[in-house]
């Protein structure tokens, strides 16, 4: 079959309603899985990727439930479809309108392929429209969490209640559905979550089922795989451990050394030691660069740790080489890095430092260039926030991942790159070193970024990158969140986030209150409705101590990268940390990222510091600890007062209170 059908075009273009695969293409779609299962022991459904930042974790949970699955981008042939003889389709979220230009192609041959079909967000208005439903831009955006109504007598939602709580995040919605499909699902808004047409088993959920988020998102994706399209959860792949030895034994061969570059991280501690037990310790070249950005006392940890599972390590110290390396990006010589503000160049000057110091290591070890590998701990949420095609060729960038520039995209496309763990999730990954024999105060530590505390540094030398009428347009939209003894206040800070599928950098709001102990839960609420309503802020801080009552802040103190910042945000972080494993906390978040930025709350020469406990499965959605339930309240409280009383120039001590989506784990 030809692609066809790359956008669908007004009515009269648009393809006709497929019929019933009772009586249209049965006896090739028999006959196909047939085929299948003479070459795949195990039935297979098939994800089509229409640019979603969860196409992974749609196929993290599909594994979880014992269903086999594969990744492809959405404008698979429909004749490639069913030769591959899948036995059902779900078609993935995306950033892109079903009815702009720049929505992805398809082949709409693959709704006649007869197989039952889940449609996740975008994929829901996709089958809407092609279906002759209206989808259409809505005033209001739905991001965040809400509880929707759902019809219990729907497949889809077997054995669950009235209503369940999900993760919206969409400015289209369907307003007219099509002929032939029912609504399921309503958002409190009255927006259509979900449809069905059950007669042809094809079904759409207007929010994400795979992550954490939506709370009985497991269980609507067993419902549709084993209930709606049959499968038998029987599929129990061969040993992770023996499928990633076996692709290095295979890509390293019997000649070629291998370079490692370790953090310190569990990612790449796993890595060096898969690496170890597949072509033994002789050929394993294991460095471990010291930047400047380190935690405190971070590389002597590391040596130590990795002793304790038989690999010397070798550590370059070269913070003078990175605060004064620059790139090209697009064409453009940054700045050096000392003197660089966009977070986007300094993830790529950091990352390609990393390049040139491998290259400069492998010289010095006087090892042959054209036999030897770099090996990376990437994991597959780096490739899919990265927009890596190693993943998917659809996927937007949400941040760049020191480990996937632009050099490594290309030693990749060389085979000079090995990724052992690419295919794995945290969670996967800590199994598997507690599997190679790693200490447990290593498979436990939480990630830390590549480029260290450089990205958890916010560098400015203004207070906005928007124009003041804008500012004050904004700040007069979050004082309808002032209250009850809480006040809204916009901040000149800007930060990464992610809303629709997209990347967003917007401005910070924090909340204070004259309260002696906060009101958590209303703070909660306040945060999940203010980045919804209030398109200029995608991240809301609560801020410890005296209440702000302005409507927003305009001072800051410039802030680059060097030792001085460095060394404030260290301190910082060790006092964070330290606190948490004096509590026993350690386990009870995911990761902590302490952040320093130039807000300076009036006193000039301060900064502010951030702490953002996050508590997440798949890394990538989650939600920040809420005190007095994973984290004591006594804790933060003395946080505040420990970092007050002995970091010089910080101002204020904030607590991240918002969710993944909109902001990301990291702020940069």
């Known amino acids: 079959a030809s692609l066809v059908g790359r956008r669908t075009q007004p009515s009269a273009a648009r393809p006709s309603r497929p019929e019933h695969p009772d009586r249209v293409n049965n006896n090739s779609i028999q006959m196909s899985n047939v085929n299948n299962k003479n070459a795949h022991q195990h039935e297979r459904v098939l994800i089509l990727d229409a640019g979603a930042q969860y196409a992974k974790v749609i196929d993290r949970k599909v594994r979880e439930l014992c269903v086999e699955s594969v990744i492809k981008p959405l404008d698979m042939p429909a004749a490639e479809i069913k030769q591959g003889g899948y036995t059902a389709i779900i078609i993935s979220g995306g950033p892109q309108s079903v009815y702009g230009d720049e929505a992805p192609k398809y082949d709409p041959d693959m709704f006649s392929v007869g197989v039952p079909i889940l449609g996740i967000c975008y994929g829901m208005q996709l089958i809407n429209h092609v279906y002759g439903g ?242 990376q701990g990437t994991l597959r949420p780096d490739l899919i926030e990265s927009a890596s095609t190693v993943v998917s060729s659809n996927a937007q960038v949400i941040k760049t991942h020191h480990n996937d520039t632009a050099l490594v995209r290309r030693l990749r496309d060389m085979g000079r790159i090995i990724e052992p763990l690419k295919d794995y999730h945290k969670d996967e990954v800590r199994e598997l070193g507690k599997n190679l024999g790693l200490p447990e105060k290593l498979v436990w530590r939480h990630p830390f970024p590549g480029p260290g505390l450089a990205i958890r540094i916010l560098c400015a030398n203004k207070p906005y990158d928007i124009s003041e009428d804008e500012v004050k347009a904004t700040a007069e939209q979050l004082q309808k969140y002032s209250g009850d003894g809480i006040y809204a206040t916009l901040l000149p800070t800007r930060s990464v986030g992610v809303q629709g599928d997209a990347r967003s950098y917007k401005q910070l709001c924090c909340l204070t209150t004259d309260a002696k102990s906060p009101d958590w839960s209303k703070l909660f609420a306040l945060a999940k409705e203010i980045p919804k309503k209030v398109h200029n802020v995608n991240r809301v801080v609560f801020v410890f101590g005296e209440p702000i009552k302005q409507p927003y802040l305009n001072s800051i103190t410039n802030t680059y990268l060097n030792q001085g910042t460095c060394d404030q945000l260290r301190e910082a972080d060790d006092i964070v940390t330290s606190l948490l494993t004096k509590h026993k906390l350690v386990k009870k978040v995911a990761q902590l990222p302490v952040i320093l930025f130039p807000c300076d709350f009036g006193i000039k020469g301060g900064r502010g510091v951030a702490i953002r406990t996050f508590i997440t499965n798949d890394f990538m959605t989650g939600v920040p600890a809420t005190p007095n339930k994973e984290v004591p309240e006594s804790v933060l409280m003395e946080m505040n007062d420990t970092i007050l009383n002995n970091v010089k120039g910080v101002s204020r001590v904030c607590y991240d209170l918002t969710s993944k989506p909109p902001a990301t784990t990291e702020w940069e």
Not at 181 to 206: H, L, M, N, W
Not at 275 to 302: N, Q
Request: aromatic share 6%.
């Open 134 to 375: 209206k989808v259409e831009k809505k005033g209001t955006r739905e991001d965040g969490q809400f509880a929707i109504d759902i019809d219990e007598s729907a497949a889809l939602f077997t054995g669950l209640g009235s209503k369940s709580t999900v993760l919206l995040t969409h400015g289209d919605s369907v307003t007219t559905v099509a002929d032939g499909f029912r609504t399921i699902a309503t958002s409190p808004s009255g927006i259509c979550a979900a449809i069905e047409d059950a007669k042809r088993k094809i079904y759409g959920v207007q929010f994400h089922p795979e992550v954490d988020l939506s709370e009985d998102g497991v269980a609507m994706l067993k419902n549709f795989l084993i209930n709606v399209a049959g499968f038998k959860g029987d599929f129990t792949p061969a040993s992770r451990e023996e499928e990633a030895i076996a692709e290095i034994r295979e890509q390293v061969g019997d000649e070629n050394d291998v370079l490692v570059l370790v953090s310190g991280g569990v990612d790449s501690a796993v890595c060096a030691a898969l690496l170890k037990k597949a072509i033994g310790p002789e050929r394993i070249y294991a460095i471990h660069v010291d930047h400047g950005f380190m935690r405190m006392d971070e590389s002597k940890t590391v040596v130590t740790a990795l002793k304790e599972v038989g690999l010397e390590l070798k550590v370059l110290t070269c913070s003078e080489t990175f605060l004064k390396a620059t790139t090209d990006v697009n064409g453009v010589k940054t700045p050096v890095l000392e003197e660089c503000i966009r977070p986007e160049w300094k993830r790529k000057i950091i990352g390609d430092t990393f390049m040139v110091v491998s290259e400069e290591a492998i010289r010095n070890f006087k090892l042959d260039p054209e036999k030897v590998l770099l090996a």
